[in-house]
């Protein structure tokens, strides 16, 4: 067998947490280089991995499997494939920028980085899981290492916001479990045997009820993470509240958590729960985009603005789900993946202007570009990511949405509504987002020097690290798209001949 | 040198992160750099110009390579191409060259500006979009540099970000473009969504056989939306005016010459679409010829020059976009070439007035034409060129138009272009008269502007006169059977119309010299008598102040509207639901009491209460 | 008889006790923590004995099954009382005198449970409760010098009798209706005579005794009180320990002897369940005592519990007694961390609590880590109790059972993050030290932890232990 | 008609039913206390009219003679206050009794529509020789319990009872 | 004729008797002795049931035994409680055993 790449992509943070935890507590740089190093050992694999990965054969790849409780046939096996694999990388990115993000950080700063490794083992194991009990295993480990980063190291009413998260994430997983369970039970029966294998839970015929049933939970469950509304709340509160890292991994991975168990879990498994349930998921799409751009339009605090900003994007993702065709679907991987890098890029800057300014109130703000002439570069090029520059990956990634979200020839509510017009009420968003982005952007930035923000110094230094990495991340899957696109396909197109192929039903609408 | 235009947009994108990374701290060597980018793709161009001409590249017959961008099996294939035909290499010379020449104006206009470097940066990043869109083979390519250029205009126009309204004036016509880019996209999504390609020459062959009218209709009228938002035409052309807040050479370069004539260059290339939807057509000759009428009207009360050009702009941008309408897109990228010499060369004669004054009233300007010789008279050059005299180039084009409009019947559009013609000259003379000419004004100390400034302008001026040529009805094999839609035809000269627009420009003139040539209280008395007339195009129809309204009041209000919502409506469900959990639990506790008796009651009582629940089986019959 | 060597375990058990007893009297005074340590190699050596006979079954004259299932609990019910022991030491020493009776009194509970699990016979049966009750009464009312402790013994007492009179009650209905007291009989007999008016009255009637003993709502009362007022070891054994002996038990005389009724009891348990899995987390919300708020988490965790007898499948038995296992770690690591900031801080209020993370992480993350694990947070083995338990009955197709109690358990995150809150989130107290923790519980924690995290991600080992031993109640 | 066990039955119960009754309704518990010894003693009857000598023996030793005595001296070791008034009902004696009530028709109720199932075998000849025999055969686990259960009880209450020094 | 059901009505009867006592009773004795009754009413149970359905063991007769020894182990523990109590509080009512509750 070959080097257990995934696995060890996964354990190099759990190597670092170990290693810290040796470490004593006054050694505050050792602990950092210690949590730079295991990141940066998962990035570098992660992107060996990437190129690594075999284009031509597609499919699973770097698998490794061992038996872990036959009885239930849960095995402990890893692989990813094209739409796992950006995410892999994605999250190796967002933890390695983040622990730069945190290097200021000077309280409790073992405790920090152990917590922040644990945090992001359970992500990479969930991206790379193949068995589904691992996959809701590894979900879950996420949840309370977070709830205690945003609770002891928050900021902004942190012990609420902790909680409120903790417990909006729990109840969601609740509902994965019961569907996961249901589906287990659901397939080993007909089966003959036990099995958490998604792949093989895939062949599996579920009958019709069962699949609106089960896909209801998953929706449910996945959708609370995405954030789907109404369920979205924890992530504006909890956005502000954490710090700066953990914001990034938060909006930058977590959220990806919900939609990618949305797709693997989800559309995969329940193709016609998928087609039964798209129309509700695209207009709650909808309500997520404008609503969302909306909201985070009359905010006062910068956090807020991206928070809800993150709602708004994230919505686009499930417009690219609920297209359920390659384009939509490609689009909606990219877009978790540019999203991820974008908002990681925007929280890393105000996590910096906080830490040196110790407010994130907009008003307050005006003319920063004369003191952090970078700190604006690179918040103005988050901001036009997220407003869908072309050059920008966020650009491809929406626009293969819209594109799939736009050909999804489908009529609701008896025909009188193309599916269409949803889309392009969602599409609508991108002049929302543009608004309140470079609104931010003017009021924060723009306008004349005000003499009291004259002692912030621009970031600098490691400070850099995140700023240009994040950047150069975006610039590059934006120009070259096919470095993203063709790997994200490979995975989506299976996926997608598998719901073609299910039965056609029609919506809930 | 066809088979390697590609590079030509090459050049300044590399001059930009060469000039932001790397020579940012070294001013002279960041405006060379950016020059020489750009000579570069000029030189570039007029080989390619050459070999179009000298190999025979027609409309009918362009050169098409491209390499996959993108590609989705079976489903998307996005090109990254090129595309040239005449009408291509025509906009690749107009684009080059002005570019050319406002980067070496530049030089000296922002002297001394902290920001000297980044402005070149910037002027090479928007040179290389603009080239990329110009040789852009398809759609998405095109909305691609479309957006980019936006992105360009928009940092160019909060380059002095300091001030708060240079700021407010980019982010407007950031969004403003927005608005429009939205309908451009859904306009082609439309077509991807027909035709399954994004390609213009698979469009055009594929257009023509298509029967859905009604549907292509629509996706024409969204991708129509696009060009009334970077051409600024009515009701999106609110921006333009505003985007004067930028340096003037960026004015003259994004907002006269060229961005905004992408919007006109898109509907040349898209003319295909128009051409089939009569509808459609008309809508576009009216929006466009409305255009120019209104934004005429307003620049008869400004004060600012360079608002008064602004309007000119958006009011000339109308007359291409009413051309294209009728049906001439010869006439359309006529003018379009024309007024991008004179209109150019009338902002950097602004700019050079406003880099020596300082100041930008032109009331408070007067007798510069002593000072400031060469920038006088280049301006004058210039704006006789936009009135309309002949011989001088925009006469040429303007002419066309009218006369396009006159032959094709209609008549309405073709009165509105007389009046316009009127408008303009009188417009532009009453700026003349009042800023160069007239009495010194105390405490101005004008000076003429240095070398690097005025010769751009000299040689600007030289087109101004001279370009009009290539499309005179009474040159052979002219620009009407280099650029055309359809078959090459030749114009036939149109005395009458010819003769019209003359007089009607000398007539303009005229009146502005009544009323401003020399001191006068006639121009007061005339606003006062029709004081709400004059307050209307001063406030330029209030249609900002709509628009103002109808964001803070009902978009910021249903934003306030939504936060509230989602602040206590939902989170108030949801922390509801937290908040009577824990109530119930603190309730709920209060039922231990802590005596043991009651425990025990309730433990029988539960017995008993079971035994009753199951007294069916229990008490009354036997279970199975 | 033959097989008196399946009695090793019970025989060296009651020996253990007795010897300690005896070991009291003997010992000066000043000498007496030695006793605390034979009691602790005595119940590790037992417990050696125990895993070594594991697979070992046998009827004993007749009515004493051994069989994987009970040794399975016995294993269990010695780890606990290691546990307790351990976690002792330093607080019987705080409360006064008569370590050997504590130690002996122990180890005689323990047997009480062990005879419990095993009794194929009701007389024994009742027997084994009874001296686990009885002796529980009194290691509950031991704490001498403090009033809340006695009262705690006396309400145990009280309602511990009234509530066996009922279940003695249901008992001798059971046996007037099938003529015998040995389990696997009865069962015959209902299966031939099948249900009556009396059988049923008294399956309810020893369903409340039951349900009086695994802390189902609204026979739960006695718990949170007893709980509180009990000397937190004794509180940590009693919440473990008895409640999975009175499983075992419940499991025994319900599958084993009226499995045929299963239609009509399995509706009471959905009730019971269902009050308790609620109610329980409701309640604890509000708590402001650690041992009452466990005390109210560990009549939800009875709820989950009941989730498995529901099921009433090979698969829910086995979840039960996973369940039943790492409850013992979960619940016994909560009890030391909270044994050891008594026996530092001399309280049990939560908001005491406050920056315990920066005073002794070792105790702080072992709080932490038990209370995930009950709330059945992965990586701890909490969660793979929880996911056994939902799907035996999601495979009955209680799937909105399923969810509330999901929900609920999501409830008791809330409650549990709370204390985490406080140990984490909070600074501690002006002028505090770092807590002292003697070596033996530190080594005790450290072990119940790594158990609490080996058992969440490899739990293989003991789920196949765990199911095998269900199978004995479907076997035809 | 009635025969004798008929007879005795109905006075046994009769005495029995009513000193229980007497043993919780009276507010004296020095006379509760001696009626309970008279239910207890009413139950040995019951017993032996059931065949159970040996049982009805243990029954009035340990039952009649030790625990009420016990209880008794308990009593006055608690004593305080009037003893006139020293049983009283506490506040929720109404619920108490409707629970008690209810319970009893449900038991009644139940039992009453059974249709018991007679073992055929005859009795034996000697219930004690049969119970020696089950105690040290069948039963000898619960009886080596039970033992230790009476040395546990004893040993806690000689603790409990003694209490422990004040808090230290 | 003296039928089982007889027997039993008497033990439910005393066992209802017993509780009411243990219900409503103020004094720890008292709930005691309720205790008692209701533990001799299972006793008349099991040797009815005894003597009427399985005459040929003597299961019934054993598991009284065993009960009564429960009971007197319980009565031991339980009134040196009491007297535990009574010494602190000098009182023996259950109602102001309320220390320890929500």
Excluded at chain 1, 474 to 500: H, R, W
Excluded at chain 3, 14 to 33: I, Q
């Amino acid at each position: 067998m070959n080097f257990p790449i995934l696995t060890a992509i996964m354990l190099a943070p759990v190597a670092g947490l170990l290693l810290i935890l040796l470490i004593p507590e006054r050694e505050q740089l050792t602990i950092k280089i210690t949590a730079a190093a295991a990141t940066f050992v998962s990035l570098v694999l992660a992107v060996l991995a990437y190129v690594q990965y075999d284009h031509a054969r597609g499919g699973l790849q770097f698998l490794q499997d061992i038996s872990w409780v036959p009885g239930f046939g849960i095995n402990y096996s890893v692989g990813v494939d094209g739409i796992s694999m950006p995410l892999v990388l994605l999250t190796a990115i967002v933890i390695f920028t983040g622990v730069f993000a945190s290097w200021d950080m000077t309280q409790r700063v073992k405790e920090f980085f152990i917590f922040l490794l644990m945090l992001v083992t359970g992500v990479f194991g969930v991206f790379i899981s193949r068995d589904l009990f691992f996959f809701y295993l590894f979900f879950e480990v996420a949840v309370i290492p977070m709830y205690l980063l945003i609770g002891i190291w928050g900021s902004t009413r942190k012990e609420y916001a902790a909680m409120k998260l903790t417990l909006y994430l729990l109840v969601g997983s609740a509902f994965a479990l019961i569907g996961i369970i249901a589906l287990f039970l659901y397939a080993s029966q007909q089966l003959g045997y036990a099995t958490f294998d998604i792949q093989t839970l895939a062949t599996v015929k579920y009958d019709l009820g069962f699949q609106k049933f089960v896909f209801f939970l998953m929706l449910i469950g996945f959708g609370v993470l995405v954030p789907i509304w109404p369920l979205h709340l924890w992530s504006p509160d909890g956005h502000v509240a954490a710090p700066t890292a953990v914001s990034m991994l938060h909006a930058g991975v977590l959220m990806k958590l919900g939609a990618y168990g949305l797709i693997r879990a989800g559309v995969f498994l329940f193709p016609e729960g998928a087609k039964f349930w798209a129309p509700l998921i695209a207009v709650l799409c909808i309500v997520n985009v404008v609503y969302g751009a909306m909201i985070a339009m009359v905010q006062r605090d910068l956090k807020f603005v991206i928070g809800y900003s993150s709602v708004s994007h994230m919505g686009y993702v499930l417009l690219g789900i609920a297209s359920l065709n390659i384009l939509g679907l490609d689009g909606a991987v990219s877009q978790m993946f540019a999203h991820g890098i974008m908002t990681a890029l925007f929280f890393a800057l105000v996590g910096n202007i906080y830490h040196k300014a110790h407010t994130r109130e907009i008003a307050s703000f005006g003319g920063l570009a004369h003191q952090m002439p970078r700190v604006a570069a690179g918040f103005l090029i988050g901001g036009l990511a997220s407003l869908g520059l072309p050059g920008l990956n966020n650009f491809v990634a929406e626009f293969l949405i819209f594109m799939g979200s736009f050909t999804r020839d489908q009529a609701l509510f008896g025909g009188i509504l193309p599916f269409r017009i949803l889309s392009i009420l969602a599409i609508s968003g991108i002049v929302i987002t543009a608004t309140y982005i470079l609104r931010v952007v003017m009021k924060t930035f723009f306008g004349p020097r005000k003499p009291e923000w004259d002692h912030l110094e621009d970031a600098r230094g490691v400070e850099m690290v995140p700023v240009v990495v994040l950047i150069a991340t975006l610039l590059l899957f934006g120009l070259l798209p096919s470095l993203q696109i063709d790997m994200i396909n490979n995975g989506i197109t299976p996926l997608v001949a598998k719901v073609e192929a299910a039965k056609a039903i029609g919506g809930i609408f | 040198m066809i088979n390697h235009a590609w590079l030509i947009p090459v050049f300044p994108a590399l001059a930009f992160p060469i000039i932001i990374f790397l020579t940012r701290r070294v001013r002279p060597l960041s405006a060379l750099v950016g020059i020489a980018a750009i000579g570069a793709s000029f030189v570039m161009a007029v080989g390619v110009l050459r070999e179009v001409l000298l190999n025979g590249v027609t409309m009918a017959h362009p050169v098409e390579y491209a390499s996959t961008w993108l590609g989705i099996p079976g489903l998307l294939k996005i090109e990254a191409g090129v595309l040239i035909d005449p009408l291509a290499a025509v906009m690749l010379l107009v684009v080059t060259l002005v570019a050319l020449l406002v980067e070496i104006y530049s030089v000296g206009y922002m002297h001394g500006d902290p920001g000297f470097s980044t402005f070149f940066g910037y002027l090479s990043l928007f040179s290389a979009s603009m080239l990329g869109l110009v040789l852009a083979n398809n759609y998405f390519m095109i909305f691609f540099f479309w957006e980019l250029v936006g992105l360009c205009s928009y940092l160019l126009i909060g380059f002095y970000y300091h001030k708060q309204s240079a700021a407010r004036a980019g982010l407007k016509a950031f969004v403003t473009n927005r608005v429009a880019d939205f309908g451009f996209m859904l306009g082609f999504f439309f077509l991807f969504a027909i035709f399954g390609t994004f390609n213009f020459r698979e469009l055009a062959a594929a257009i023509p056989s298509y029967q859905n009218t009604g549907f292509l209709a629509l996706a024409a009228a969204l991708v129509f939306i696009g060009p009334i938002g970077k051409s600024a035409q009515f009701p999106l052309h609110v921006w333009l005016p505003d985007a004067m807040e930028g340096p003037t050479p960026v004015s003259a370069l994004i907002h006269a010459a060229t961005m905004v004539a992408a919007g006109v260059y898109l509907l040349a290339r898209a003319f295909v679409l128009f051409a089939s939807l009569p509808g459609i057509m008309l809508l576009v000759a009216y929006v466009g010829g409305f255009t120019a009428l209104f934004a005429a009207t307003i620049a008869i009360t400004q004060r600012d020059i360079k608002r008064i050009l602004a309007y000119s702009t958006i009011s000339q941008l109308g007359y291409m976009v009413m051309a294209m309408g009728i049906g001439s897109m010869t006439a359309g990228m006529f003018h379009l070439m024309t007024h991008a010499f004179f209109k150019a060369l009338l902002f950097l004669g602004a700019g050079s007035v406003i880099h020596a004054l300082e100041e930008q009233d032109i009331f408070r300007m007067g007798g510069l034409y002593k000072d400031m010789k060469v920038t006088v008279s280049t301006f004058v050059i210039a704006a006789l060129a936009l009135a309309g005299v002949p011989p001088l180039a925009g006469f040429w084009s303007k002419d066309e138009i009218l006369a396009g409009a006159f032959d094709h019947g209609f008549t309405g559009l073709y009165i509105i272009g007389t009046l316009v013609a009127f408008l303009t000259a009188f417009y532009m003379f009453r700026l003349i008269f009042v800023a160069f000419f007239g009495d010194r004004r105390a405490g101005l100390h004008a000076h003429e502007s240095p070398l690097t400034m005025t010769v751009p302008l000299v040689i600007l001026a030289v087109l101004s006169v001279v370009s009009g040529f290539v499309g005179a009805p009474f040159v052979s094999h002219g620009f009407s059977s280099f650029v055309y839609y359809g078959e090459p035809h030749h114009i036939e000269p149109n005395y009458g119309v010819m003769l019209l627009s003359t007089i009607v420009a000398l007539a303009g003139i005229g009146l502005a010299w009544l009323l401003y040539g020399r001191p006068s209280d006639v121009p007061a008395r005339l606003a006062e008598r029709y004081r709400s007339i004059y307050k209307l195009l001063v406030n330029k129809y209030y249609i900002d102040e709509v628009y103002l309204w109808l964001f803070h009041r009902v978009g910021l209000g249903l934003a306030e509207a939504f936060n509230w919502h989602d602040r206590h409506v939902v989170d108030g469900v949801f922390d509801g639901v937290g908040d009577v959990t824990r109530l119930s639990g603190h309730k709920l506790r209060l039922l231990q009491t802590g005596n043991l008796q009651t425990y025990a009651l309730v433990i029988f009582t539960a017995v008993v209460i079971i035994a009753l629940w199951m007294a069916a089986p229990v008490l009354g019959g036997v279970i199975q | 008889m033959a097989n008196w060597h399946l009695l090793t375990v019970e025989i060296l058990t009651a020996a253990l006790g007795l010897g300690l007893l005896a070991l009291g009297l003997l010992v000066p005074h000043s000498d007496r923590r030695g006793i605390a340590y034979v009691a602790t190699a005595g119940l590790a050596g037992i417990l050696a004995v125990a895993i070594g006979m594991r697979e070992a079954s046998g009827v004993v004259l007749g009515g004493y099954v051994i069989d994987p299932f009970g040794t399975y609990f016995k294993i269990l019910f010695l780890v606990a009382a290691m546990l307790t022991a351990v976690c002792s030491y330093d607080y019987v020493e705080k409360m006064g005198l008569n370590q050997a009776e504590y130690y002996a009194l122990l180890i005689l509970a323990t047997l009480g449970m062990m005879i419990l699990a095993s009794s194929g016979e009701l007389v024994s049966l009742y027997t084994g409760l009874e001296l686990m009750t009885i002796t529980f009464c009194i290691l509950a009312a031991y704490h001498l010098g403090d009033a809340k402790s006695a009262e705690a013994g006396i309400k145990y007492l009280l309602l511990g009798a009234m509530s066996s009179a009922i279940f003695l009650y249901g008992l001798s209905l059971v046996y007037g209706s099938s003529g015998t007291t040995v389990i696997r009989e009865i069962g015959q007999q209902v299966a031939t005579r099948g249900a009556s008016p009396a059988l049923l009255l008294g399956t309810i009637f020893i369903l409340a005794g039951f349900a009086f003993k695994v802390t189902a709502v609204p026979f739960h009362m006695w718990s949170p009180d007893v709980y509180e007022g009990a000397p937190t070891p004794v509180t940590g054994f009693l919440s473990v320990a008895s409640k999975a002996a009175a499983f075992a038990a419940l499991v025994r005389v319900f599958f084993g002897a009226l499995p045929d009724l299963h239609n009509f009891w399995v509706q009471l348990f959905i009730a019971l369940a269902v009050l308790t899995i609620v109610l329980g987390n409701l309640v604890a919300i509000p708590q402001t005592n650690i041992k009452r708020l466990l005390a109210y988490s560990s009549i939800a965790q009875a709820g989950y519990l009941l989730l498995g007898i529901v099921s009433f499948s090979v698969l829910g038995v086995g979840a039960v007694a996973y369940y039943a296992m790492l409850y013992v770690f979960g619940n016994m690591g909560a009890f030391m961390a909270a044994t050891a900031f008594y026996n530092n801080d001399g309280s049990d209020e939560i908001k005491d609590y406050a920056g315990l993370a920066r005073r002794s992480p070792l105790v702080a993350a072992l709080m932490l880590f038990s209370l995930l694990s009950l709330a059945g947070i992965p990586p701890m083995a909490g969660f793979v109790g929880k996911f056994y338990l939902f799907m035996s009955i999601i495979s009955r197709q209680y799937i909105w059972l399923a969810i509330l109690g999901i929900l609920m358990s999501m409830v008791s995150v809330y409650y549990y993050l709370l204390v985490a809150k406080a140990m984490y989130l909070g600074n501690p107290p002006e002028g505090s030290k770092p807590l002292q923790v003697a070596p033996g519980l530190q080594v005790a924690m450290v072990v119940s932890l790594l158990i609490l995290f080996i058992l969440g991600i490899y739990p293989t080992p003991l789920t196949n232990y765990a199911m095998n031993s269900a199978v004995t109640f479907f076997m035809p | 008609m009635l025969d004798v066990s008929a007879l005795l039955f109905w006075l046994l119960a009769a005495i029995t039913i009513a000193a229980a009754l007497a043993v919780v309704l009276l507010k004296n518990i020095v006379h509760s206390a001696l009626y309970l010894v008279l239910t207890f003693a009413g139950v040995a009857g019951i017993y032996i009219l059931l065949q159970a000598e040996f049982l009805a023996a243990v029954q009035l030793l340990i039952y009649a003679g030790a625990v009420a005595i016990l209880i008794v001296f308990a009593v006055m070791l608690t004593r305080r206050g009037d003893i006139k008034a020293s049983n009283l009902y506490n506040f929720n004696y109404l619920a108490a009794g409707v629970v008690s009530l209810a319970l009893l028709v449900i038991i009644i109720l139940g039992n009453g529509r059974m249709a018991w199932t007679a073992a055929p075998a005859p009795a034996p000849a000697s219930n004690v020789a049969a119970i020696a025999n089950a105690f040290l055969g069948r039963y000898a686990i619960p009886f080596e319990v039970a033992a230790v259960l009476l040395l546990v009880a004893m040993v806690g209450a000689i603790l409990l009872a003694r209490g422990g020094k004040p808090e230290r | 004729m003296i039928t089982l059901n007889h027997y039993l009505a008497v033990g439910g009867l005393l066992f209802c008797i017993g509780l009411f006592g243990a219900l409503a009773k103020r004094n720890a004795i008292a709930v005691l002795m309720g205790i008692e009754l209701m533990l001799n009413a299972v006793n008349i149970n099991l040797v009815a049931f005894n003597h009427f359905l399985a005459p040929d063991q003597v299961t019934g007769q054993i598991f009284a035994i065993f009960v009564i020894v429960v009971a007197a182990a319980e009565v031991a523990v339980g009134l040196a409680l009491v007297l535990n109590i009574y010494r602190r509080r000098l009182d023996s009512n259950i109602d102001d055993l309320d220390w320890l509750k929500w």
